[in-house]
C-alpha cells in the first residue's frame, strides 16, 4: 500500500459534484463514492489493474487529495495513474480566467458565487464516455445510471481488498463478447445492446482507437463518432465534454442543458437546441464550464 498527495489549481471542489452525482446503491459507475472517499480502479498499460481510494478533503483553496494504491505498483505504473487521476478529478484547470469572465454577467456572478470551486469529473477513457453516452440517450440520468452500474459488475474487472472493491469498466474485448440478451439482462433496450457490441468489437479488433480523438478537432470528432450506427451528434458531443479536452464545447442537444439555460435566460421558456447553440457562443471558449454550472445551480441550488 502507497499513499501519496495531490494538490489540485485552486480554488478546487469536486467533492460537491460526486456529492451531487453518486447515486448510493446504483454504483459502481465504475467509480464508488461515500463520504468524501472516491474509490476504483484503473486499467493501465498491458491491462495492469490498480486499486486505489482517494481522500477528498474540504479546503477550497489550499486543495490536497490523498490517493492510496492498494497494489504495488512500479515507478511507471505509478506514474501513468496518477495522470489518469489528475485528469479525471480535473486537478489541472485553472477556473481562474473563467471566474473572471463570468464577472461581467451578474446572473453567472451569483451562480459561480454559489458553485465556488466546483469542477466536473470526466471518464477515464474515451471509450467509457461513448458505451454511457450511448446508455443515457433519451432516458434519465438515475436510469441510466442503474444501466451502467449493472454492465460494469457484470462485464467489469473488480479487486477486493479487504472489505473494499475496487471496479474498472468493462474492457472492448469483454464488452464485444457480450451477448444482446446479455446486454439486455442490463436493463438496455435491444438496439443500444446492439450498438455497445458492435462498437465494441470494432474497437477489440483494433480498426477504431478511441483515444486518438483526443488528437482531433471538434468537426473531426463529432464526424467520427456519428460514422457508428447509433451515435448522432447529442452522444458526440456529450462525449467531448466527459472526455476530450475541448473547452469551447458544450451539450446544446442535452435537455437538460437546454432547461438550465432557459431557466435563467429565458424566464424558463424551453429554448430550442438551435438558440441554446447560438445563444451560449457568446461565452467563447468557457460555454462548456459555463453550461456545466448552470445545470449544476438549476439542479441542485435553485
Not at 511507471?76 to 454577467?105: F, G, H
Not at 488528437?215 to 456519428?226: F, L, N, S
Request: net charge neutral.
Amino acid at each position: 500500500m502507497e499513499t501519496v498527495t495531490i494538490e489540485p489549481k485552486p480554488p478546487y471542489d469536486i467533492k460537491t459534484h460526486f456529492e451531487h452525482y453518486s447515486l448510493g446503491n446504483l454504483q459502481p459507475l465504475p467509480a464508488i463514492y461515500e463520504k468524501g472517499i472516491y474509490r476504483r480502479a484503473f486499467r493501465l498499460k498491458d491491462d495492469i489493474l490498480v486499486p486505489f481510494e482517494i481522500e477528498l478533503n474540504d479546503d477550497v483553496d489550499s486543495p490536497k487529495l490523498k490517493a492510496t494504491f492498494y497494489s504495488a505498483i512500479t515507478n511507471k505504473e505509478r506514474e501513468q495513474a496518477i495522470a489518469k487521476l489528475k485528469w479525471v478529478l480535473d486537478t489541472e484547470y485553472d477556473l481562474k480566467p473563467c471566474y473572471e469572465y463570468m464577472n461581467s454577467d451578474p446572473i453567472l456572478s451569483r451562480v459561480r458565487n454559489n458553485n465556488y470551486g466546483l469542477r466536473p469529473s470526466y471518464y477515464s477513457t474515451v471509450y467509457e464516455a461513448i458505451i454511457v453516452a450511448i446508455v443515457q440517450q433519451q432516458i434519465s440520468l438515475k436510469i441510466a445510471s442503474h444501466m451502467v452500474s449493472l454492465i460494469v459488475r457484470r462485464y467489469g474487472d473488480c479487486i477486493r481488498v479487504g472489505n473494499k472493491e475496487f471496479w474498472e469498466f468493462p474492457s472492448p474485448k469483454e464488452l464485444a463478447k457480450a451477448t444482446v440478451k446479455g446486454l439486455r439482462d442490463c436493463k438496455l433496450s435491444e438496439r443500444k445492446a446492439e450498438y455497445i457490441r458492435n462498437f465494441s468489437q470494432v474497437v477489440a479488433k483494433g480498426e477504431f482507437y478511441p483515444e486518438s480523438l483526443k488528437k482531433c478537432d471538434y468537426v473531426q470528432i463529432v464526424d467520427k463518432i456519428t460514422s457508428f450506427r447509433g451515435m448522432g451528434l447529442w452522444t458526440a458531443e456529450s462525449v467531448i465534454v466527459t472526455s476530450i479536452d475541448v473547452e469551447n464545447v458544450n451539450p446544446s442537444g442535452d435537455l437538460g442543458a437546454r432547461k438550465a439555460i432557459s431557466h435563467f435566460y429565458s424566464g424558463d421558456k424551453l429554448m430550442s437546441e438551435a438558440e441554446v447553440r447560438n445563444f451560449t457562443e457568446r461565452w467563447g471558449r468557457y460555454k462548456g464550464i459555463i453550461t456545466y454550472y448552470l445545470m449544476a445551480e438549476y439542479v441542485h441550488n435553485e
